[in-house]
RNA sequence: AGGCGCGUAGCUCAGUUGGUUAGAGCGCAUCCUUGACAUGGAUGAGGUCGGUGGUUCGAAUCCACUCGUGCCUACCA
């Protein structure tokens, strides 16, 4: 027997085990492959709420998938995550007093080796407890040597075909992390600065000009001054040359139509070494490059040595205060700016001119346009092309090296005058270029960003560059599901990459989900306090430890207090265990495309009580099915009206449900189970089934029908939700199945249910709607006439029609059991009715005497309350067919639809007119 | 500056190509421990669909404008 309460921690820990051990998270075989590549996670992080929402959707959609019988692939694995693993080990280097150098390359990397030995699992046992159906079997990490071999390839044949060149040129440079960084890993936010007005001297003493700048330190750099061609202000000045103050240099005045007059002073500094659009104009000038930083963004040797090894504040502020003393500072204005900052070390970006390697962009790129404008690959939501045209129309080239250590090392080599070789490894480079082995060589110190080799992911991780079964199986893969933060750094790159190196899409569809929020709509984040960890949801934590876990290790200390309070605030008691089911279910039932979804407690609390539900429904069904004949044999069933409607609404379900999947709605996916198993198997068929099973009236037939239905509606209900809940459906099933004449091991393996419209009874939903109108019409006066639902009433009915007396007929005993009455008399039309309560249903109208039950005036209230809404909607409906416009152009079923509302609405309300009348002349 | 969203019940959200009285969950109110379930049952209250104007016989839905709000991209030194 089945515990009273659902327990999900008891279930849970009990089923992944068996199914990995058993090997269902492979593919099983089948014609048509579906295939779904995880976004790798990085290797040491840990599963947040992000992860868990897009980990349900992939679960969900491989199970249903896999229980569709397609040859489902759900590809596990991981990322090195670069830069951010790199970090987190060189702070433990810190804490203990020494940096990456004091180790050296190798040691350094042996120890991110080791801790990713480490910490690597964490975040697969989490995805675990989400009950991902991954095929750990095929589990892949990027640095693999296979996806290293990939890695390589990629880069050589790009480098042969010119699509991967090395240059000097102008970065954005973090000079906290000492590396190049791509334009994606900057963010550009508002930042409060100040505008400097600065005068700079004409060489020839006869006069000056003034340029303004938020960057006064880089005028160690400045190349020229540069005015509008047409600005007549500065006609004159146009090839005098300045010089330049605090250095011992003379520049040019120059013309370029860059400059904005309206802008500033009209005059702007260029330091072509130090800004990306003075850059452009230095190049267009045959300006020299003068790079006054060194890596640290401290002053160099480049420039005056009053200022060499400040770092940029400290020479901002010192030369600030020496143009002020020599009275060339002429004002300083308050100024909002764009402030570039690295996304992992936060510190501001320096443009930097250094030798990097770059992926020519625009080539790849093209082709990769047209996979989505030809419609190879579809954005769900479509909008999303949008963002993804935007931004490859205007590509950039990709800056693919990195100064760090933990890495895909460049395949490059440089002899002894710095010459490059490129080659798969240093045997290739030294056949390949017949260089012979007393020739030294020197591998390229970079790795490659990570985005590099995650764009290969979806066919690095099934083999290639070798040609494998699996390549040919599930390459292209079917939908890639992910947030919209990554179109840019990895979705467009892994389009580029498939179809240059797999000449195919790398996947059909791209499902861009939303952000998951707190319950107030913000980011969650460590910083804000606010994270919730998808683990503490499913297993429950104390206030106590949520406090702890949100307060320690903060970037801001200080933060603490507002975080603990805010905490104590939202979970007051901590935190429930609300199960991985009710988690699932929850992120399921959030999702409506693409939009942000807020994680609202009271919601998982409320699907949590839908898996109590299920479990209790189950209860009641094996405690009627369990040593009973549930029609396992060819005996004969007689199928109730309860039976054939329940049957019939569950066709419908299964219809909807699955193309709610296939339209990735799986929040109505959910809403749609929600509503058949609550609503209406257990509130009306349940109870309807009681009468069946426990009156001693009902023959074997009946009996054996009922239980039939009963049970395999339910088994049924357990495939439908298995992609949603499959824990909670796993355990049920094992237990329902026999009964419903299924077996296999798992319900994983099984079917997923496909409807039958043969099965659909419209009838049998009619006649039903019926008997449940009848049954809320008596429920209704006793809600509202506050009559205890144990007292059994006598019904009279009036105005019945031969249908309503066959239906009446059919089912007297539902009727009595459900509506708890205590008669039910048909009364001759011709015959007076005591004083009484009435519902109608149709024309039939349901009459309770009032003696002694009910309160004559909370009766006429009542009725009042009735006939007033009845009659707004009868005025509303007659304007309408009373307009000639209406009957005239709309559609003759609007207009017969609306001619019979009318019809209905004014006889219900006659019927009520007279009994208020009735009651009033008593 | 461009692009994309959002605004519907107290809260969180559905609402398919315009066409029944705009729905659900939670919350709220009243009543109820009848043997699946109080993590429950019954009944009920609650919305001029951000605003204005337009198209239409008919608009939450289409168009224009407007207010509020969020995100993305690019930026003027």
Known sequence: MMDKTYAPHDIESRW??????????????GDSAYCIMIPPPNVTGSLHMGHAFQDTIMDALTRYHRMQGNNTLWQAGSDHAGIATQMVVERQLNAEGKTRHDLGREPFIERIWDWKEHSGNTISKQLRRMGSSLDWSRERFTMDEGLSKAVREVFVKLHEEGLIYRGKRLVNWDPKLHTAVSDLEVISQEEQGH?????????????????????????????????????????????????????????????????????????????????????????????????????DACINENAPAAYRGMDRVAARKQIVSDLDALDLLVKVDDHKLMIPRGDRSGVIIEPLLTDQWFVKAKPLAEPAIEAVKSGKIKFVPENWDKTYYNWMNDIQDWCISRQIWWGHRIPAWYDAEGKVYVGRDEAEVRKKHQLANN??????????????????????????????????????????????????FWVARMIMMGLKFMDDVPFKEIYIHGLVRDAEGQKMSKSKGNVLDP??????????????????????????????????????????????????????????????????LNRIEGNRNFCNKLWNATRYVLMNTEGEDTGLDDAPVELSLADRWIISRLQRTEANVIDCIDKYRFDLAAQSLYEFLWNEYCDWYLELSKPILLDESSNEQQKRGTRRTLIRVLETVLRLLHPLMPFITEEIWQQVAPLAGKSGDTIMLQPFPTPDDSRISADAEQEMQWVMDFVMGVRKIRGEMNIA?????????????????????????LLNKLARLASIDTLPTTDEAPQSAIALVGEMQILIPMAGLIDKSAELERLNKEIDKLEKELARITGKLANAGFVDKAPATVVENEKQKQQEISSKLNSLKQQIDKIASL
Not at 457 to 475: I, R
């Open 789 to 813: 639902p144990s007292k059994p009433l006598p019904v009279l009915l009036k105005n019945t029609s031969t249908d309503d007396q066959t239906r009446l007929k059919n089912n007297l005993l």
């Open 16 to 29: 992944y085990a068996q199914w990995e051990e058993n090997g269902y998270f492979e593919p099983q075989g």
């Open 195 to 295: 505008m400097w007005h600065m005068r700079y001297p004409l060489a020839d003493g006869s006069g000056d000009l003034v340029v303004a700048t938020t960057r006064p330190e880089t005028m160690l750099g400045d190349a020229c001054v540069a005015v509008h061609s047409s600005d007549e202000r500065y006609q004159h000045l146009i090839g005098k040359m300045i010089a330049l103050p605090l250095c011992d240099r003379e520049i040019p005045v120059i013309a370029d139509d860059y400059v904005d007059p309206e802008f500033g002073t009209g005059c702007v500094k260029i330091t072509p070494a130090h800004d990306f659009n003075d850059y452009e104009v230095g190049q267009r000038h045959a300006m020299p490059l003068i790079n006054i930083f060194t890596i």
């Open 439 to 488: 020739v030294e060589l020197n591998q390229d110190e970079d790795v490659l960003d990570t985005w590099f080799s995650s764009a290969l992911w979806p066919f690095s991780t099934l083999g290639w560059p070798d040609k494998t079964p699996e390549l040919d199986t599930f390459y292209p893969t079917s939908v890639l599901v992910t947030g919209f933060d990554i179109i840019f």
């Open 535 to 600: 683990i503490d949801l499913i297993d429950g934590i104390s206030l106590q430890a949520l406090v702890e876990k949100r307060t320690q290790g903060l970037m801001q200390p200080k933060m603490a207090t507002k975080i603990e309070k805010d905490t104590r605030k939202h979970f007051p008691d901590g935190i429930p265990s609300f199960g991985t089911d009710a988690l699932r279910f929850t992120f399921a039932s959030l999702a409506s495309t693409g939009r942000d979804i807020r994680f609202d």
